[in-house]
């Protein structure tokens, strides 16, 4: 006996409550909100940054907060209006700068900081924005003559120098531009120096022989210059390590690993 044939009832579109699915992403992505400058900084390489700098914003003697400046291209008024919504709509890859920016915000909004102030933009486009919740962001012009994006944040006590050690490990040997936290640079990796480095359009990455045998090769997942996982592979004659960069990995839900 055949199933029935399906019958059509009725379409239509159905609305997302704004405020609680942006609540269900900030409870969901990074299992710890001072993760938050990893999203950051995939933000600045997505968006043609050529260097990022990180540094202790401090009052009084004491530390306040962080500062984040990169180049690249700018986010416009539009995208600062609604930062969010580039995480409610479909994914484009155009859009990465804004969707790891995005990330990153509801993360450290997480740990209530005291203000998030974002400033970018060029010419009479720069404008200056200061978020205070997930439902509430002010947005002005800012005639300050500067260009890039200065994202900072300024917390009413310091919840932890971690986030600074999160950058290093996440972007240890791997990172793609110079970071520069507090005046020193995060260590980078000379390909020339050991291992075997290959390139296949926008995935690149090297090949080391480790010094003793192993079962399988370890690669380190790479999106934007940040690790976002590990991947173990079985090779047909030898086992290595190291790591493969692909910006078109896709994150899952936590951020912290590459969805198979």
Known sequence: ?????????????????????LDKLMRFQLPDPLMYL????????????????????????????????????????????????????RRIADHAA??????????????APKSIQIDSGDG????????????????????DGGSGT???????????????????????LVCLIPIVIDGREVERLNSSAYGHPFSDGPIHGYLSLPPDPRP???????VLGVRAGWAEVQLPWVQAGGWINDDQFTLNVSQTGVAK
Not at 130 to 137: C, D, L, P, Q, V
């Open 216 to 222: 399988e090769t370890r690669l380190e997942l790479v």
């Open 150 to 172: 200065v994202l900072a944040v300024e917390f009413s006590g310091w919840p932890s120098a971690a986030d600074f050690d999160y950058v290093r490990d996440a972007c240890r």
């Open 124 to 143: 009479s486009d720069r404008v200056s924005t200061t978020i205070e919740s997930i439902s509430k962001e002010t947005i002005k012009p800012l005639q």
């Open 38 to 89: 990893l999203p950051w900084l995939r933000a600045a390489v997505a968006a043609g940054a050529d260097r990022v700098e990180l540094r202790t914003r401090t009052r009084l003697r004491r530390r306040c907060g962080i500062e984040v400046r990169f180049g690249g291209r700018p986010f416009s008024r539009r995208d600062l209006q609604d930062p969010y919504a580039c995480l409610l709509e």
């Open 1 to 21: 006996m055949s199933a029935p044939a399906a019958v059509y009832v009725w379409s239509g579109a159905f609305r997302v409550d704004r405020s609680r699915a």
């Open 98 to 111: 804004q969707r790891h920016l995005a990330i990153g915000i509801l993360s450290v909004l997480r740990l």
